[in-house]
């Protein structure tokens, strides 16, 4: 075995070893660049000044990268529809509407996940306050553990598909994608995905009553409409400053989400409700937030720098080829390891570490028809959200059960979490599959609204 095939090898193998380690994975990232571009120096397969240039390609690459701006502004934003109650306000209304339908709990969930996600994209937020929130008034109602569990974790994670979702703003990044083109053609697919959680808490609900009972009717209740058309207003006019002003053309999506954090804190400004410390709340966490992605993010750049230089790049090819699985085979054998990967790291190591290794492969694919070439890596990206929203449900590391159990505390245990989550990962791997079977439901929209 050559020095090309051996040196990517054994960095890609002391990479998983590093990951399964339980070291922080920015840590793990630069130790192995680092090991392996003073391996590759001493055995001559890159040159010094090679080296050199890396702080210039992360600083060029990520610093001054002016799509990655996007990313702290949509945290800020979500961070402060959470501090200023704009959300839990939106919530306490779509519960009241519903109550009386079987099953309205859970639907109400599922909806407020859905406008939270086109308004907000961050998961953990979302998943601690739709638990605080709605989780004990299910449980009160005689919600089955299981399914108020499983409803409140998937509602939650919609956000890392549904745009202005910050996993979508790495992606493009990475791919070198039309950012604008990748938000509306995740969108159509996040809220399909949406309607099967609803279709699905209907049947439940339809089938065995018991594990999601109707409300009983309260009697002179006034106001009700009016309460929940001023609550649903707000966040929809966040929606509208963020995705209508990339739809209509007027800022790029980079711009939109300073006007969707503008947006935020002028509605919180008009709630009464933001004040000084919500403003420095907000702030540092969003710092707290970003410093750990960017950390991971720094760390991803230099080992793909690296691991391009020793032949990684057409090491992937070649073992890509080696198979023999033909194209179709290379997707599903990509899918798979992004959904066996996800029980394990979360989507930010899972997209650093496996985009930069996909790409050369997803370049050399042809799926015939079935895919045009100019939509291929679009319809792929959207696949892969898909797939990595899993991740967030799948245990034992699923982050969104974790952020679950904490907020819920004693009321649910993580046995009953987990059969909960069970049958929503079965529901995202059939709309995957139906997103891989039907790529012009995918690329419906960016085809009729950005010729």
Partial sequence: MDLDTLLPALMFLFLMLGLFSTLPVGLVLMGVTLSFGGIAIAL??????????????????????????????????????????????LLIALQKALRVVPGGLALA??????ILAAATGIIGASVVMLTVLALPTMLDKGYSPALASGTVASAGTLGILIPPS????????????????????????????????????VIRAALDPASAPAAPKIDGETGLWRE??????????IIVAVLGSILGGIATPTEAS?????????LGFVRGRLNLPVLSDA?????????MLFFIFVGAT???????????????????????????????????????????????EITLILLPIFTPIIQVMDLGDHVPRADLVYWFAVLMAVNLQTSFLTPPFGFALFYLKGAARD?????????????????????LGLFIAYPSFVMYLPNVLLK
């Avoid at 969930?109 to 859905?114: A, C, N, R």
């Avoid at 300073?258 to 002028?266: E, K, M, P, S, W």
């Avoid at 702030?283 to 410093?291: G, L, P, Y």
């Fill in 166 to 201: 910050v996993m979508l703003v790495f992606m493009g990044d990475l791919l070198t994608l039309n950012l604008a083109k990748l938000f509306v053609a995740a969108f159509l697919p996040g809220l399909a995905l949406a309607a099967i959680y609803v279709v699905y808490i």
């Fill in 109 to 114: 969930v599922t909806l407020m996940g859905t």
């Fill in 258 to 266: 300073g006007v969707g954090a503008f947006a935020a804190l002028v």
């Fill in 228 to 237: 929940f058309l001023v609550a649903l207003a707000l966040p929809l006019l």
């Fill in 411 to 431: 009321r649910v245990q993580m046995g009953q979490v987990y059969r909960g989550i069970v049958p929503f990962v079965v529901l995202q791997l059939i709309a």
């Fill in 44 to 89: 001559g397969e890159m040159r010094f000044v090679q080296v050199t240039l890396m702080p210039n390609r992360i600083f060029g690459g990520i610093i001054e990268n002016p799509v990655l701006v996007a990313a702290p502004m949509f945290i800020f934003m979500g961070l402060i529809m959470e501090k200023t109650r704009i959300a839990e306000d």
């Fill in 302 to 348: 230099a080992f793909s720098y690296v691991f391009r230089h020793v032949g990684g790049e057409t090491f992937i090819i070649n073992a890509a080829r080696s198979l023999q699985l033909g194209d179709w085979g290379l997707l599903a054998m990509m899918m798979i390891l992004i959904f066996v990967m996800g029980f394990f790291f979360d989507w930010i």
């Fill in 283 to 291: 702030m540092d966490r969003s710092i707290r937030t970003i410093a």
